[in-house]
């Protein structure tokens, strides 16, 4: 049985397999065919953490694969009245047929896998976002930039990693530009630096929001504060300065490069609102995307319950 907890754990072949679903499966639905592939099956949706795109495209995801899901809030389950994760996990294993967490820590992630019997999903960790790369991806396909320099400009923060594990993985260019002392973390990047080498990615990480976005054919952010980093808001606000992607910073750009953002956005911090308008169109659909990728993802998963885990 496979895990869907972080990117690095798939070979490019198989994050193009549900790519390839993901498509295959929008498709079908764009000419109203609503293929059963999970008939019956139940999705469990923990959520530690606040959730509009996620819950709303696991949601209706599972829906429109033929089974059902089952939103569960860290705030009303025993879960949050202090169960162990690792009873929730055999529990929920012997009831459902594959579980979706938002949780804070990966290792809370992890544990939650090793105790259960179902496939896992990261719904978004403190350090990663993988489902929302596959919706990144998929978009940059839909709109032809299928081998992309993408610059990454703001918080070196799960986004900023997922981001660093796809381009390793998918063999794409890759800048990063963090304002000092919100660098990625450094283990991640020696594990993504390792696998760019495996597979052809190129990574580069500065502090320069300019040289990232010269020339690029996607400019990304995400907010400059995360869930769980309220208390920081005054400080990150001030010392992200500079970063915005505003019209000046994507003029560096290709003249037709993509504006993504995984969304919610703070107009006028990480993006000004001219810049967020003039890219509504891909915004909304990678938006749109979540609910196709993470199909993919779900169909993928259940077709290899049987595998062996690799290490
Ligand atoms: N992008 C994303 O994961 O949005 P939500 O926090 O609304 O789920
Ligand atoms: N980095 C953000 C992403 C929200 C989808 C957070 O963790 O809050």
Redo the contacts with the bound molecule.
């Keep these: 049985m496979r895990h869907f907890l972080t990117l690095r754990d798939f070979t490019p072949q198989e994050l193009q397999e549900m790519i390839d679903l993901a498509i295959k499966i929008k498709r079908q639905v764009k000419a109203g065919e609503y293929v059963p592939y999970l008939k019956n099956q139940t999705l469990a949706m923990i959520f530690e953490?606040?959730?509009?795109?996620?819950?709303v495209?696991f949601e209706t995801g599972i829906y429109q694969l033929g089974g059902t899901g089952l939103f569960l809030s860290s705030r009303d389950i025993q879960l949050g009245r202090g169960e162990p994760l690792s009873d929730t996990a055999r529990v929920l294993s012997r009831m459902v047929d594959m579980v979706m967490i938002?949780t804070f820590e990966q290792s809370r992630l992890e544990e939650f896998a090793r105790y259960s019997g179902v496939p896992v999903i990261n719904?978004?960790t403190d350090s990663y976002?993988p489902?929302?790369l596959m919706a990144d991806y998929l978009t940059m396909l839909e709109f032809g930039k299928t081998d992309p320099v993408v610059a990454y400009v703001g918080d070196g923060n799960n986004m900023a990693h997922s981001w660093l594990y796809m381009a390793a993985i998918m063999g794409f260019e890759l800048r990063v530009a963090t304002p000092k002392g919100y660098e990625c973390d450094a283990e991640i990047v020696r594990e993504a630096e390792r696998l760019a080498e495996k597979y052809g990615g190129k990574l580069i990480l500065g502090y320069d929001p300019v040289g990232a976005v010269r020339d690029a054919d996607v400019v990304t952010t995400d907010t400059w504060v995360s869930?769980g980093q309220e208390e920081e808001k005054e400080q990150r606000l001030r010392d992200f300065a500079g970063f915005m992607v505003d019209s000046t910073l994507i003029s560096h750009a290709k003249p037709d490069a993509l504006f993504l953002h995984?969304?919610?956005a703070y107009r006028g911090y990480e993006v000004s609102e001219e810049v967020f308008e003039a890219h509504a169109d891909e915004i909304f659909t990678e938006?749109e995307n979540?609910l196709h990728a993470q199909k993919g993802i779900m169909v993928w998963l259940d077709s290899h319950r049987n595998d062996e885990n690799p290490e």
């Design positions: 953490k606040s959730s509009t795109r996620t819950r495209s938002r719904g978004l976002h489902v929302q869930m995984c969304l919610p938006a979540r």
